[in-house]
């Protein structure tokens, strides 16, 4: 499985992403049940608001499948989301 991961906004506006391919990763179980547990219809509005974080994933299940994209707004992440993005933003 291939995440990607682009954060923008925030008090400066800058903008960080990362890209992380799970099967090279000793924790590729976590990761993978976390990105699969995702449903973009409980993550919340995904408006931003004034000087919080918008995050982007992208989920490739294969490196040829067309990804799934979901937006998240920081306000709405619970701590397995959250882990998950600065997990692929750290990579």
């Keep these: 499985m291939i995440l990607k991961v682009v954060r923008s ?8 992403s990362g890209e992380l391919d799970t099967s090279a990763q000793p924790d590729s179980e976590r990761l ?7 449903d ?3 993550l919340g509005s995904g408006r931003p608001q004034p000087d919080r974080y918008v995050y982007r994933l992208q989920v490739h299940t294969t490196a040829d499948a067309e990804p799934t994209e979901l937006l998240v707004a920081e306000q709405d992440l619970d701590a397995d989301t959250a882990w998950l993005l600065d997990r692929v933003l750290q990579s």
């Design 9 to 16: 906004g925030g008090f400066a506006g800058l903008t960080a």
């Design 32 to 38: 993978e049940q976390v990105a699969r547990g995702l």
């Design 40 to 42: 973009g219809a409980q």
